[in-house]
């Protein structure tokens, strides 16, 4: 009888734990606590026995060196957490078009505005913002905005540009901007329409990575909520610096609930709006 690798009994020892945890560190900035053990090893293990390779030494030497970085990218999708919902957090969408785009507007006299949302997940927050600034926001008719939206995990990227959502994902849609925006399909899911999903324009971005920040500029809005709870100190502060970067002077960034910019950097200015609380890049 021949063993194939799927009969092998894989194990990730503490110092190849070690070892894929520094490398994924430098590789994406998130690092993996302890806890996350288990979590990191049945996936680890997976991708060992779906590689065919028959041991965990082997399967990283051969991620390491491999020239197309696929694997790395498979590792990368099956590694991070995509939860959402359409219209999470929604105070911040109801400060974007109630306060905070009028002002930019005002003061900068701006025709045009650039909304980053970074990471879109499978593509819920993107298309909130779409719908808010249609539904919401009247001056939508005499500016311009180009709407962008980014993720390091390539997989969830397709999800979002197909726009096909579950009935979880749209429970916080009213009955009327579901028939507006969606179709259903022919198994109970709900399709984005073409016009809906034409407004974003999705691209595979790593936040830890300067080649690819360096691509964004003179961002007017960026809401990059719930990711940097994921990294450790220098992360997040190298990950604020480019995101301080990526904004145009007296631009914004939204985070998420839990995560607070006063305690990464010093270089916004806190702005407290009737809605939501928000970070600015000084004019000057």
Not at 51 to 63: E, K, L, N, P
Not at 182 to 187: I, N, Q
Request: charged fraction near 30%; include cysteine; glycine fraction near 4%.
């Amino acid at each position: 009888m021949t063993l194939t690798n799927k009969d092998l009994d894989i194990k990730i020892t503490n110092a190849e734990f070690e070892r894929f945890r520094d490398f994924f560190y430098r590789k994406t900035g998130i690092r993996f606590e302890d806890s996350k053990r288990y979590f990191v090893d049945k996936r680890l293990v997976d991708r060992v026995k779906k590689t065919g390779a028959h041991s965990f030494r082997d399967y990283f030497t051969a991620m390491r060196f491999q020239a197309s970085g696929a694997e790395l990218q498979e590792l990368i999708n099956i590694m991070t957490v995509n939860e959402t919902y359409f219209f999470r957090e929604a105070h911040q969408f109801d400060c974007m078009v109630e306060e905070l785009l009028d002002e930019i507007v005002t003061n900068q006299q701006k025709k045009e505005l650039k909304i980053w949302s970074i990471p879109s997940s499978t593509g819920e927050e993107p298309y909130s913002i779409a719908i808010y600034l249609m539904e919401r926001w009247p001056s939508i008719e005499r500016v311009d905005i180009e709407l962008m939206s980014s993720d390091i995990d390539s997989s969830v990227l397709e999800k979002a540009k197909a726009g096909i959502f579950n009935e979880r994902s749209v429970q916080n849609l009213s009955p009327l901007l579901k028939k507006k925006y969606f179709t259903k399909t022919e198994h109970g899911l709900y399709q984005a329409t073409d016009d809906l999903r034409s407004c974003v324009h999705f691209s595979k971005v790593n936040l830890n990575e300067q080649k690819d920040m360096q691509k964004y500029r003179d961002i007017d809005l960026i809401f990059c909520r719930n990711v940097l709870i994921y990294f450790d100190d220098v992360s997040r502060r190298n990950a604020a610096e480019a995101l301080y970067d990526a904004l145009a002077p007296g631009g914004f960034i939204f985070l998420g609930h839990s995560e607070s910019m006063s305690r990464i950097s010093s270089l916004f200015k806190v702005r407290k709006f009737k809605e939501a609380l928000a970070y600015q890049k000084p004019i000057a």
